[in-house]
């Protein structure tokens, strides 16, 4: 079976951000960098069929030269090869990084492509489903378990309030992966010096021929939320504050 | 031009088409939308036998109410859905479309935008107008930022709206026509087979009962140290909870989850240890009456809808209140 996972380089998760001047993006300055969480669990489950049925898993990645630090994990933890989209995505909606990433699938004609069921920074929850299209491949999203059968794959969707369903599909097909599938490995030693060797392919949306969209959303503005509910915060030494609470609560809120 | 919404039923225990709640918070955004864009609203359902849907949905004011009526709509397929829509998108040529941004809404509205050229406004959180045109407000980063996000280029627009934002005892009632819709699709089409759904197991924990949950996230930083919080949970008489990471790393069971994918609970106290506030997890808490947070970062989203926080590390803060709570119980 052979696997394209397209995992996408975002701000660590615990990151203090902070709104650049432009009020377009984040400043970016002192930020340290992470895999998108579900495409973490999206390279795992590519690495762990190609276990179970043999082939190869591709680890693609279009982002700033800084996603070279993700790509390189992904090696490191056993994907055979990468495809690095040097291109900043900050400024493109998720039709037009897409395009770009579905120009790069193309080329390799995989059977199966699995991604992320969404990112921890734009959090559209959309480019899975739109590679699907513009692949012309049938998809199911928020998956939690994938099975080769005769003819294609079965698999786990996780739909809201504990349902679940199963889904028959022909390959090729798009998945798009929940995170909590499986337990994520870490990279050895061995995984680490082998993927100094390892292909990485650099490629730009000029190489690939990936025409822009014209936008149909346009991002205004990003802000801090205004707190909608007054938060009343206790900051001092945990005793001091742990009473505070435990008084509100008592005579204030009255749930004690 | 109008506002069209797309509201969302599966089967119900019987079998027969149920309501997805979600609906009617589309409903009344579409409602309240088109009322400020001095236009219509109108709804859609898609499936088989809808009559008693759609009969509902007449008993508001709507300028129509399409159901969308085909076998091979039986059972939800991506496939199915967006070759349908795409048929009553032709015939009804609305201006903006809303969907509830539900699990199923995720797997197919951004197939259907892109069919259409088209990016989807995903988990919208609120809206407003600005020179006549609709800008609506979604969340980066979990929650962290927020983006003012406007509409480029030719109808129709599409939005999803997240679960919440939008309050379903607004929706004006009144009286409007049911038309059948029936689209061309063939057995060709749909390329996925979906199955019948199904539940892991029993609940054994119902948390939606208990008075009050002390909740654990990914801050805990080792189920080692899960035993600091349910000494907690049991000075106060609370049942113990968790946020998605921990049940997926197996350090509490999945029947302890609150949030989308688990429970949604309203307990009189919330208290979130260690918990960020991901979207995912606020959903199923944030009707709690009263919330307590306790985090080391001041700027995470779970204090959005805190009552009280208590701003430091977690290791430091729960001996002391546990101690605290059990002075006064």
């Not at chain 2, 829509?85 to 032709?90: C, D, H, T, V, Y």
């Not at chain 2, 006549?132 to 627009?157: E, S, T």
């Not at chain 2, 089409?189 to 199904?198: A, G, H, K, S």
């Amino acid at each position: 079976m052979k696997i394209v996972v397209a995992i996408k380089q975002v701000p660590a998760r615990d990151s203090q951000l902070r709104i650049g001047a432009s009020k377009k993006w984040i400043e970016e300055a002192d930020l340290t960098y992470e895999i998108n969480e579900p495409d973490a669990y999206a390279l795992e489950e590519a690495l762990q069929l190609k276990e179970k049925h043999g082939g190869e898993v591709v680890a693609l990645s279009a982002g700033t030269a800084r996603a070279s630090q993700t790509i390189r994990e992904a090696l490191a933890k056993g994907a055979d090869r990468a495809i690095h989209i040097e291109e900043d995505l900050t400024a493109m909606d998720p039709l037009s990084s897409a395009r770009l990433l579905a120009a790069a699938i193309r080329r390799e004609s995989p059977d199966l492509v699995l991604t992320g069921l969404q990112s921890d920074d734009l959090g559209y929850g959309q480019t899975g489903v739109i590679l699907a299209e513009l692949l012309g491949l049938p998809h199911a999203t928020i998956v939690m378990q994938v099975e080769a059968q005769a003819g294609g794959i079965r698999v786990k969707r996780e739909l809201e309030d504990g349902w679940f369903q199963h889904v028959e599909m022909p390959l090729p097909a798009l998945l798009t992966i929940q995170s909590g599938i499986s337990k994520l490995r870490y990279a050895t030693l061995m995984g680490i010096k082998k993927a100094k060797t390892k292909e990485v392919k650099r490629l730009t949306a000029a190489d690939l021929g990936a025409e822009a969209a014209s936008a149909s959303i346009v991002l205004d503005r990003i802000y801090s939320p205004e707190r909608t509910k007054r938060t009343q915060l206790f900051t001092g030494a945990p005793q001091e504050a742990a009473a505070q609470l435990v008084e509100k609560l008592r005579f204030e809120a009255r749930v004690l | 031009m109008s506002v069209l919404a797309i509201l969302e039923q599966r089967p119900g225990q019987d079998g027969k088409p149920a309501w997805n709640r979600m609906s009617f918070e589309t409903l009344a955004a579409a409602q309240q939308i088109a009322g400020e864009l001095a236009t219509q609203a109108s709804a859609a359902v898609v499936g088989r036998d809808l009559a008693g849907l759609a009969g509902e949905l007449a008993g508001n004011q709507l300028a129509a109410v399409y159901a969308v009526e085909h076998e091979l709509l039986r059972s939800y397929t991506p496939d199915g859905y967006v070759a349908a829509l795409r048929q009553l998108l032709e015939k009804v040529k609305p201006l903006v479309v809303l969907f509830p941004h539900s699990y199923q809404v995720r797997d197919f509205l951004p197939k259907l935008a892109t069919s259409l050229g088209k990016v989807a406004v995903s988990d919208a959180i609120s809206h407003r107008l600005e020179g006549g045109q609709i800008v609506f407000v979604r969340q980066l980063f979990q929650g962290k930022v927020n983006v003012d996000v406007r509409f480029a280029g030719d109808a129709p627009h599409f939005a999803s709206l997240q679960a919440g934002a939008y309050r379903a005892d607004r929706a004006a009632p009144g009286s409007a026509p049911v038309e059948t819709f029936t689209p061309e699709i063939s057995a060709g089409d749909i390329r996925t087979r979906p199955l019948e759904l199904f539940r892991e197991s029993e609940r054994g924990v119902d948390l939606t009962a208990a008075e009050m949950i002390v909740s654990v996230g990914r801050g805990i930083k080792e189920a080692e140290n899960i035993p600091i919080v349910e000494k907690l949970a049991k000075a106060l008489g609370a049942e113990l909870a968790a946020s998605r990471p921990i049940c997926d790393a197996g350090w509490l069971p999945m029947e302890r989850q609150v949030g989308s994918s688990g429970q949604t609970v309203a307990p009189k106290l919330y208290v979130a240890v260690g918990i960020s506030g991901a979207i995912q997890h606020l959903v199923g808490m944030k009707g709690s009456r009263t919330v307590v947070a306790i985090n080391k970062d001041p700027n995470a989203p779970i204090f959005e809808v805190a009552d009280y926080g208590i701003v430091g590390d977690l290791f430091q803060v729960l001996p002391e209140l546990t101690a605290a709570i059990q002075k006064v119980k």
